[in-house]
């Protein structure tokens, strides 16, 4: 197939094209920051940029879309609008005008909002912040061109839409090159300067980046009219555990036993958050991250497991791989048990 992947340079793009190649694919990668690996067939572009995304979706089959603004402290705001939500139109836009077929969307579990306990996709959104509900909406657009692609034959029936869409909505995504969550919490095991915020039971789903490329390029091949899945990688951690796992491989104890009160801990927080306000400079602590540490948000994963797909990394596998890669340790992560416990 020929296929077009926005934010191919990015975390998750830079392991789903190399992927991809393998398969016999051929990829353009559209990005606006251009990865030496793929510079030959990179368009450097903004998804915001409607001409150049009609253009680089010429004669393709599939569009995988995975560009967006991300972070928690994107500003301006409204870049989660334009860029998110408008990026969508965008993309739907020269996907139809193309005749493209096939679009496959990473939005996010974010749109559940916090605290909520073994969403499914059925689930009515509630998100917290504007990367959620943007995401939300960017879905939207993307199931009234799938919806669009039906056609009336005689008698008034609708026939099915000639369309693919598959959107998976991902819960956190660690893996090496990552500088996300998971390794901002490793970073500050390993530097000895981490307590636990809250009690710490708090339960979290996550994702490998090597078993989420593995899901995405089987389902661009396999997709069939609209599908919608949450992916995890189960079984699901306490923060107590996750944390405790990462003590071990890493060999750093020290505050093992050290917690702080979430309120304490939402009130440093806002004291970084003035901090980077003043030197204009996002830092790794934030009341937002604080706030999203200490909460639980955990997916429910049957409607994936229904397809029987295999998994190429257990969990503690790819936090092994991280840590390895990352911090160059090698004590071996713990395994883990189907239940979620870790040794402790």
């Known amino acids: 197939m020929k296929i077009l992947v926005t934010g191919g340079s990015g975390f998750v793009g830079s392991r789903l094209i ?20 793929f510079a030959d067939f990179t368009v450097n572009a903004d998804v915001r940029d409607r001409v150049a995304l009609h253009e680089a979706s010429r004669g393709v089959d599939a569009i995988i879309h995975l560009a967006a603004a991300h972070r928690d402290d994107v500003k301006p705001v409204s870049l989660y609008q334009s860029v998110n939500v408008g990026g969508a139109q965008n993309v739907v836009q020269a996907a139809a005008d193309n005749g493209v077929s096939t679009i496959i969307f990473t939005s996010t579990v974010a749109l559940y ?34 919806t669009q692609g039906k056609t009336l034959s005689e008698g008034d029936a609708t026939k ?20 996300g969550n998971v390794y901002t919490l490793a970073k500050q095991l390993s530097s000895g300067m981490f307590m636990t915020v809250g009690d710490g039971q708090n339960h979290k789903s996550m994702a490998y980046v090597g078993n989420v490329v593995e899901f995405l390029a089987q389902r661009l091949v396999d997709v069939q009219g609209y599908e919608l899945y949450n ?29 702080i009160p979430l309120e304490l801990g939402m009130l440093g927080g806002k004291v970084f958050d003035v901090l980077a306000a003043i030197i204009r400079k996002p830092l790794p602590i934030s009341s937002v991250r604080i706030k999203k540490f200490a909460a639980s948000t955990v997916v429910n994963a049957d409607a994936l ?15 092994q791989r991280t840590i390895n890669a990352e911090f160059g340790k090698g004590r071996g992560v713990p395994m883990l048990s189907a239940s979620g416990g870790g040794s402790q």
């Not at 909520?116 to 917290?128: G, W």
């Not at 099915?160 to 500088?179: D, Q, Y």
């Not at 397809?307 to 936090?319: D, I, M, V």
């Open 18 to 37: 190399p992927k991809l190649l393998g398969q016999g694919h051929s990829v353009t990668c559209y990005d606006i920051r251009v990865n030496q690996a």
């Open 113 to 146: 909002g916090l605290d909520k306990e073994n969403s499914r996709e059925t689930d009515t959104p509630d998100p917290f912040n504007e990367y959620g509900r943007s995401k939300w909406e960017a879905e939207e657009v993307f199931r009234a061109w799938h």
């Open 160 to 179: 099915e839409s000639a369309r693919k869409l598959l959107i998976v909505r991902p819960c956190v995504i660690f893996g090496e090159g990552n500088r």
């Open 231 to 259: 992916y995890a990688d189960k079984p699901d951690l306490s923060t107590q555990e996750l944390v405790s796992i990462l003590r071990k491989a890493l060999n750093k104890h020290t505050g093992q036993s050290l917690h």
């Open 305 to 319: 497991e229904a397809l029987g797909f295999q998994r190429p990394y257990t969990l503690a596998e790819g936090l």
